[in-house]
């Protein structure tokens, strides 16, 4: 049987991810530098080689991605394994694409930003049924209470453009604020959906004022050396409960999809735990680089959403 190694498990996604696949009766091997079966820093192409064998799947949820070197991925081609990964990163993405033809050449799967984002972005224009996608705009606010982890917070300060966005949502939602992030839809998307001229994401802290200070750097340079102290305010007032949400347009167009509930956080994860199961169970026969329209189904999406008790809207 293919071994499935969860990198990053012991993080609070990766935790997740070894919950599920074990559920779904998998035996995931946990793996991280300090904790699990086996002891791998994603960086580190010497660990890397000594832990991992041809055929295996990893499933690498070892954040921040922004601060990730090509090590596993360079290894994944010599080695012969398969990598499905939760990355944020558009530089990470970009550098996952830079390598498409060897990774190709290999044999082997990699599904890189197989999360929230590009996963369920995909999922969301596939299932608006524009056939000419033109802008895609998401709209985060996160269950900050349950998710805030140092690379939670390193992934988003370093992301932050600091323009202020409101999106207008119909129904439920209606007007709601944030600050813009590099997205890495930005990348992704536009290989699966050639006429997609725009990506946006906006963050939400959840609280207005939180907003405005996040858009200064001095600002987010404070809380980047103060983490641990910025992290023990955020589990206190952070919020419980979640929202994606999606608007996809065309020139004549537009379609929203909301997601919320208090396991929101989820859908940074489903897509990834979809992919695996599919790829261990040998009914996943793509290989390469996948692009992100193709790394789960918008059926087995939608049902995992509900499985989950994850709220969700087409207003």
């Known amino acids: 049987m293919k071994r499935v190694i969860v990198l990053g498990a012991s993080g609070f996604f990766g935790r997740l991810i070894l919950e599920r696949l074990s559920a779904a009766g998998l035996q995931p091997i946990p793996a991280s530098r300090s904790w699990g079966e086996l002891r791998i820093d994603a960086n580190s192409a010497e660990d890397i080689r000594a832990n991992l064998r041809q055929r295996d799947l990893v499933v690498d949820a070892a954040g921040p991605f922004q601060r990730r070197t090509p090590a596993l991925i360079d290894a994944a081609k010599t080695i012969g394994f398969d990598v499905v990964d939760i990355s944020d990163s558009p530089e990470y993405a970009a550098m996952v694409y830079e390598r498409e033809a060897p990774v190709s050449a290999a044999g082997i799967r990699v599904l890189t930003a197989c999360s929230a984002l590009s996963a369920v972005s995909a ?63 930005a990348i992704t998307l536009p290989r699966a959906f050639p006429s997609l001229a725009a990506t946006e994401l906006i963050v939400d802290s959840g609280r207005p004022y939180a907003n405005a200070l996040l858009r200064s750097r001095f600002v987010r340079g404070l809380i980047e050396r103060h983490h641990v102290t910025a992290l023990k305010l955020i589990r206190r007032i952070g919020a419980t409960s979640g929202v994606l949400a999606f608007e996809v347009s065309s020139a004549l167009r537009h379609k929203q999809q909301i997601f919320r509930g208090e396991k929101s956080y989820m859908l940074a994860v489903i897509p990834a735990i979809e992919a695996a199961i599919a790829i261990a169970g040998g009914k996943f026969k793509l290989r390469g680089v996948v692009p992100p329209s193709e790394h789960v189904g918008v059926d ?14 087409r207003p």
């Open 300 to 313: 087995e999406l939608y049902d995992a959403v509900k499985r989950e008790g994850i709220e969700s809207i």
């Open 123 to 185: 999922v969301v224009v596939k299932a608006s049924g524009i056939e000419q996608p033109r802008r895609l705009r998401a709209y985060l606010l996160p269950a900050s209470r349950n998710t805030a982890n140092p690379a939670t917070i390193l992934s988003f300060l370093s992301g932050v453009e600091g323009q202020a966005r409101t999106i207008r949502f119909a129904g439920p939602l209606g007007d709601r604020s944030g600050i813009t992030v590099k997205s890495v839809d």
